[in-house]
């Protein structure tokens, strides 16, 4: 069955072929309600695939699937097997490294570790990562575990901190002084569609994200591993072909400003901490602590943060050199261990058991806020949101634009141009009067009453289990007969009817 959706106010779902078949017999109103079928609609209907995608897993669910749902073919090559530079496979669809593959790690570091890398985790050199190491390109960049992204500029996780940056020319409010720098963020551009890449700033910058993995390791002094890439053209101390890596900064200060494109961006001060010189030094020892920079365009920034606390990086004294002067962060990604008799171990997190209500739920969910749709709406480009969440999208924007010309003279109205946010479609006439889908409401109200009915039982027979039997094990319920059952008797295939209160 193939769920369709429509610009018809009544919002109701019907397959594509009866739908073609209703329409081919020239009938122009809903089967279920005989509201009128716009033209556009009857000529060329749209596939909800969200909604194809949850009637999908209820039948897998029936089939006796729904645990595992259906086979995937995964495309896995171990470390050890990779190729000692990028490579290409016959699935790719471009030249050159577009669809490249990454070479082999050579480094035994885990992904999320923090400051250098030192000799022990480089098996096959024995030195670590210096200084001055200079790569062809951000592929070969990523092999040695300088900086991992071979496109981002930034590598970390928003409630962890960030390993590394790199400086490749991508915003033009960077500053470059060598020893220390100002970082711009990232996100505030419009990536909608296919677009990879934007140079217009759209919107406002957050901390959030990769901005909020930056202001963490500000706030915990974490060293942060710096790449520049000759893509830097504005920078003196960019290097001139390849990606070099210069050492281990430290995020003393951040906060947000006006750029030069008028919207607000997320700055950096980054300063450099490293016990190597810098590649474009002649000194012979590394950093020594030194003052911050004067920095005007803290005068009208806002949302200032700064370091409270000892930092985790810092200088010792008696050593003479930079180390950790608290404990470095525990990492919480995976690594290749090899065991005793030469095999390679990895220790993978056990999968979370979701029950089958619980996956249907993350099927229905909004587009916008990514959780379980309230009050569902289904644009004509067969988009789901929450009534409250689309029509907070476009919340002080009207639907007319009035227009006048120099001499006084009113101009005809124009209708402004309201873009779904998943897709470019124009749905301001939808949005003039919005009607929640009924049938998709009352689905998702039935699996959230299943699914906490289930929740709490599963909590019952757990505290029973504990207090007279410890050694019981409780009997999964296996409801997936019910659900697709209830959903495809009693919401999808019937006219919507209004539940008494």
């Not at 003196?236 to 006006?258: F, H, L, Q, T």
């Not at 019952?460 to 410890?470: A, M, R």
Request: hydrophobic share 30%; aromatic share 6%.
């Amino acid at each position: 069955m193939h769920a369709v959706t429509g610009e018809t106010p009544c919002g109701h779902n019907l397959c594509l072929r009866c739908f073609e078949k209703w329409v081919g017999q020239g009938k122009r109103t809903c089967a279920n309600c005989r509201a009128q079928i716009p033209a556009k609609m009857a000529s060329q209907p749209r596939i909800n695939s969200q909604l194809a995608m949850a009637i999908r897993l209820a039948k897998a669910a029936k089939s006796g699937e729904g645990s595992s749902g259906p086979p995937k073919v995964y495309h896995f090559v171990r470390n050890q097997d990779r190729p000692d530079t990028a490579f290409t496979t016959e699935r790719a669809k471009k030249t050159g490294k577009a669809n490249a593959c990454s070479g082999k790690i050579f480094v035994t570091v885990p992904p999320d570790h923090f400051g250098p890398i030192p000799s022990e985790n480089d098996p096959i050199r024995n030195r670590g990562v210096l200084v001055g190491d200079t790569w062809e390109d951000r592929m070969e960049c990523r092999q040695w575990g300088a900086h991992l992204p071979h496109v981002a500029g930034i590598a970390g996780q928003s409630g962890y901190g960030s390993q590394s940056v790199a400086l490749s020319g991508g915003y033009e409010d960077d500053e470059d002084h060598g020893e220390w720098f100002l970082y711009t963020g990232s996100g505030g551009r419009d990536l909608s569609g296919n677009k990879r890449t934007n140079k217009l700033q759209s919107f406002d910058q957050k901390f959030e994200n990769m901005n909020e993995a930056l202001r963490v390791s500000c706030r915990k002094g974490y060293p942060v591993r710096v790449v520049r890439s000759h893509k830097e053209k504005r920078s003196s101390y960019a290097p001139e072909s390849g990606v070099r890596y210069d050492g281990v900064y430290r995020i003393e200060k951040c906060w947000r400003k006006n750029g030069t494109q008028g919207c607000k961006v997320c700055r950096y001060l980054f300063v450099r901490c490293d016990n190597e010189p810098a590649p474009w030094t002649s000194d012979e020892i590394g950093d020594r602590p030194r003052p911050l920079p004067k920095i005007d365009e803290l005068k009208g920034a806002v949302d200032i943060t700064e370091r409270k606390g000892d930092p985790s990086w810092d200088f010792d004294e008696e050593k003479g050199s930079w180390l950790w002067k608290k404990p470095p962060p525990e990492s919480k990604k995976s690594v290749d261990i090899k065991a005793e008799d030469g095999t390679t171990i990895r220790v993978k997190r056990k999968a979370k058991n979701v029950s089958v209500k619980e996956r249907l739920l993350k099927e229905f969910g909004c587009q916008i806020c990514r959780k379980a749709m309230a009050s569902p709406l289904t644009t004509p480009c067969a988009h789901n949101f929450c009534k409250a969440c689309l029509e907070g999208a476009f919340s002080g924007q009207s639907f007319i634009r009035n227009r006048a010309c120099g001499g006084g003279r009113t101009l005809r109205a124009q209708k402004n141009f309201m873009k779904c946010p998943s897709c470019s479609t124009d749905i301001a006439d939808f949005l003039q009067n919005p009607q929640v889908n009924r049938e998709m409401l009352a689905v998702i109200e039935s699996l959230q009453r299943q699914a906490e009915d289930e929740n709490s039982e599963e909590s019952s027979d757990k505290n029973d289990e504990n207090l007279h039997d410890p050694t019981e094990v409780s009997k999964p319920c296996d409801s997936s007969d019910k659900v697709l059952e209830e959903i495809k008797d009693n919401e999808l295939n019937q006219p919507h009817k209004r539940r008494k209160e």
